[in-house]
């Protein structure tokens, strides 16, 4: 695993610029010093929720954090907030710019080849920020000269969005679906892919399904001499495999390693995908004992991604009307098509799907008391129920749902991320010295984990932007722009 994101982390949180014209409608407060008084504070490190708390912002750091009576500095704006909560801002670890089109998509789940992949680069980094979500990695780009001028514009305060680390194209071998994607042609071409889209600007990369293990060295090599990570969607490399090549991240939990796969080939993706494996690896089984124990020793973080995958499980997914009013009217029929089928019955055809995950739960509950580093994201690609922003919410509810605390859950979606990106002391958490990166939810949501949904005003850099504006400036154009 490389040893830090010493190279990633400055490009990530680039010094902040004032709110041009363009951004300016969607501030909300400015960037003087602000005071949050009377608010609970859920301060990211996993610690249980205090009352009754007062945070003071200036010059884009957290100044001070102290008791209700804590002194406002002079001219300050003072916010009383009794009846809120206080929280860092979101990490999301899996949050794309894109959303798969599936071409005349019916009510029977046929389509015509091939998969499309529009990018959404208006709707995306508004959606993100509205729902809390102030430093985002892309995990996979489709048209990456797309993200990283995105995140020039909004680092020159040309554009409203989170802080970005851009990961560049899909490190992907043959066979792929997508035809967006370049196919490796073997480790030469993985090293080459990895040193010119390391110049161009991405700070991090992303191996996915059909890649070889020679191409994944190669890649995972060049990664680290530049001092970044890489992660990977795998198949064709399982993940001991990967912990053994040197991976640093592995996406989706436990979802996708294909080590018991019945007939797994090598450098070869299976038809059955990981799910074999998963239904047969239960938390209590030696092989969940033996792979974690690798993953932890290895350093190897995993990024959980349950909402993408609660979708294949029947009656679980609630369907969020916010999130339903964002979408393309095209975008919402493709998704209530899809989840229809699903919800069909007899339910009993989605048996092992339901097991698995319930597997998967157990799994990183499991890897996180082993002593791993879980972080969290949605994966949001093309799946109207899983959408940028309200994905990242859903997945700190799922956590819960998994068994983690609700501040342990948000520790997940904040902390850990930024522990990750080598930006722990820059934020993540809620002390004096951090980036004012904070999120002001009505409610509680170390009690009710729903609250977090709540979501008030969003502070990135000590600005506070305004989530009913920039909801409404995207409301039906996610799966358009």
């Known amino acids: 695993m490389a040893l830090g994101s010493a190279a990633a982390a400055p490009q990530i949180l680039a010094p902040p610029a004032a709110p041009g014209p363009a951004v300016q409608p969607y501030v909300r407060v400015g960037a003087g010093a602000t005071v949050l008084r009377h608010v609970t504070l859920i301060d990211g490190t ?16 957290i100044a001070a954090v102290g008791p209700a009576g804590l002194a406002a500095p002079k001219g300050a704006t003072v916010l009383d907030l009794p009846g809120h909560t206080v929280l860092p801002g979101l990490v999301g670890m899996h949050d794309h710019m894109y959303y798969i089109a599936r071409p005349n998509l019916d009510a029977a789940g046929h389509s015509e080849p091939p998969l499309v992949v529009p990018q959404m680069t208006f709707s995306s980094p508004r959606l993100y920020l509205a729902a809390g979500v102030t430093t985002l990695r892309t995990t996979g780009s489709v048209e990456p000269y797309a993200d990283i001028n995105v995140k020039r514009m909004i680092d020159a305060g040309q554009m409203v969005g989170p802080h970005m680390d851009v990961t560049g194209p899909y490190l992907e071998g043959a066979g792929s679906p997508f035809i967006q994607m370049h196919p490796l042609t073997d480790a030469e071409d993985a090293r080459r892919t990895v040193a010119f889209w390391a110049d161009q600007g991405a700070t991090s990369f992303k191996a996915y ?36 090549l040197g991976i640093d991240n592995l996406e989706h939990g436990f979802f996708v390693n294909t080590q018991l796969d019945p007939g797994k080939a090598v450098d070869a993706c299976p038809a059955t995908v990981g799910t074999p494996t998963l239904l047969a690896m239960t938390p209590q089984s030696p092989e969940a004992d033996a792979l974690i124990r690798l993953l932890v020793d290895r350093h190897v973080a995993l990024t959980s991604t349950l909402p993408v995958f609660e979708q294949s499980v029947p009656g679980h997914a609630p369907l969020n009307p916010r999130a339903m009013a964002v979408l393309t009217p095209e975008a919402r029929e493709a998704y209530l098509y899809a989840r229809n089928a699903r919800n069909s019955p007899p339910r009993e055809r989605f048996a092992d799907t339901a097991r698995a995950f319930q597997n998967a739960l157990g799994l990183e509950r499991k890897f996180v008391a082993a002593g791993g580093l879980l972080m969290a994201g949605p994966d949001p690609t093309g799946n109207g129920g899983v959408i940028p922003g309200f994905g990242d919410q859903r997945e700190i509810e799922l956590l819960v749902e998994a068994g983690f605390r609700p501040e342990e859950a948000i520790r997940i979606a904040t902390l850990n991320g930024a522990t990750y990106l080598g930006l722990a002391d820059r934020i993540g958490s809620i002390a004096p010295g951090k980036n004012a990166d904070l999120v002001v939810v009505k409610g509680d949501p170390s009690k009710a984990i729903a609250d977090i949904e709540n979501v008030e005003i969003v502070f990135k850099d000590g600005v506070g932007y305004d989530p009913g504006r920039l909801l409404s400036s995207v409301q039906g154009r996610y799966g358009q722009y």
């Not at 610690?47 to 750091?61: E, M, S």
Request: aromatic residues 2%; charged residues 30%.
């Open 209 to 244: 399904m059909n890649i070889t293990r020679a191409e994944l060295k190669a890649a995972v090599e060049e990664a680290h001499r530049r001092g970044l990570k890489i992660t990977g969607h795998l198949c064709s490399v399982t993940y001991p495999e990967a912990a053994e």
């Open 46 to 61: 996993g610690a249980p929720a205090q009352a009754d708390r007062t945070v003071i912002l200036r010059d884009g750091k």
